[in-house]
């Protein structure tokens, strides 16, 4: 896939994620959470060249479309609970939580922080 094809299917992702969050977030306090992150971390241009993907309440980051790839990547995850949102080293069971915070653009800065440091 060449750059530009990745560009443009990582930019339809996350108009999608986003709205589909927004349109669920008034009857779930989860998707609500999910649309707070989303907002944030598509604001920031790091993580919006990156392809976004969420399972089990987990905004996850990959570099690939193909879902095979996703996770073994090493790149933090953002978890959207109604109290506030978690970072983790990584999405799966067996993961570190790297930071708790009610502020979604909290938990974003410290994830492309992470990044920026080269410690996905």
Known sequence: ???????????????????????RAADSEHSHAMWRLLEAAAAEPVLRALFPWTSMACLSFS???????RGGEGFPGIVAWPAGFTVLDRPGRSSTVLLETDDPAEAVGYVVARLREGRA
């Open 1 to 23: 896939m060449d750059g530009a094809t990745f560009a443009a299917e990582v930019a339809e992702e996350w108009r999608a994620r986003i709205e589909d969050a927004r349109e």
């Open 63 to 69: 570099t690939s479309t193909d879902f095979r790839v």
